[in-house]
């Protein structure tokens, strides 16, 4: 199992549509995968249709439910989620004055370690107790950039917590790469962001994700692009992407994070 969180504190740069999209293209590929959302605006469970049976990443957080009893499947097959509420705001609160408070959600997951081939976490905007938990809970990161003026603003911030988290709370943190994302060639600045991650950050993905209404309007019909709109450019790049990811995934050493293997044959 390896898990990867999606993670950039500039809101709006495409962190949910990338998880989503990903996760779909991972299981349309084969693979049972887990998207987990840890961002108290819920993006990512409604865009997937996840409807709670009554117990939320939260409750599994908080030690009221197991994470397992949190997952709810999607319509998509292979793919299922744990459904993020407003609730998760009081938990960073409610979690401040823990011992171990950044390791939460990696206890959690333990339970389903060996179900899933790859957990995808979707961060919100922000660099606080939540996201430090993904990234605890991660073997990789993958930062979606958007392709507009200060893009590269707040990156060095990014930057600098992954590389903190990785001396302080998770030596196995690898940063996966940059996605540049809602390209729009016909404009110099998309360009000019595109060329500049480029040049900057070497481990910039070479997938790069174009603006496109279809990736816009997929979420209000609960659906991924691959289904919505399964030939479109938007779905095409997604499909590259993750195939990219999963290369670069498979180029790292075992993760050591999770009791590897131990549930398989217990998978679903
Ligand atoms: P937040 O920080 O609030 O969690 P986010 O980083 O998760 O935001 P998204 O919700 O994925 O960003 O995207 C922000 C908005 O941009 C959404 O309305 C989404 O539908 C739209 N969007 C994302 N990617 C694209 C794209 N490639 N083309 C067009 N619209 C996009
Ligand atoms: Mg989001």
Redesign the pocket.
């Known amino acids: 199992m390896s898990v990867v969180a999606v993670a ?1 504190q500039k ?8 998880t989503v999209n990903l996760a779909a293209a991972s299981a349309e590929s084969g693979r049972r995968t887990l998207v987990i959302d840890a ?1 108290a ?1 819920a ?1 990512a469970t409604s865009a997937l249709g996840a409807e709670s049976q009554g117990t939320f990443l939260y409750d599994a957080l908080l030690g009221q439910a197991d994470l397992g009893r949190c997952v709810v499947s999607t319509a998509w097959p292979r793919l299922d989620a744990v459904p993020s509420s407003m609730d998760l705001v009081a938990a960073e609160i409610e979690l401040a004055s823990r011992e171990r408070r950044e390791y939460v959600l990696r206890s959690a997951l333990q339970e389903v370690a060996g179900r899933y081939d790859l957990v995808l976490i ?1 961060c ?2 922000s660099l606080g107790l939540m996201t430090l938990n993904a990234l605890s809970a991660s073997d990789a990161v993958i930062a ?1 950039v958007q392709c507009e003026y200060l893009a590269l603003e707040g990156l060095s911030a990014l930057l600098e917590t992954i590389r903190r988290v990785q001396m302080q709370l998770n030596p196995g943190l690898h940063l996966l790469g940059v996605v540049a ?2 390209y729009d060639g016909r404009t110099r600045l998309s360009q000019d962001v595109a060329t500049q991650l480029k040049a900057h950050i070497s481990s910039t993905f070479d997938t790069i ?5 279809r ?2 309007e997929a ?1 209000s019909h609960q659906q991924p692009i691959l289904d919505y709109a399964p030939r479109s450019r ?1 779905a095409e790049a997604y499909r590259e992407l993750t195939e990219e990811l999963l290369n670069r995934l498979s180029d790292l050493p075992p993760s050591t994070l999770y009791r590897s293997g131990a549930l398989d044959g217990v998978a679903r």
Not at 11 to 18: F, N, P, S, Y
């Open positions: 950039n809101g709006g740069v495409g962190k949910t549509t990338t961002d605006q993006n979707d919100g905007p979606p994302t809602m994700i174009p603006r496109s209404i990736l816009s979420p938007g």
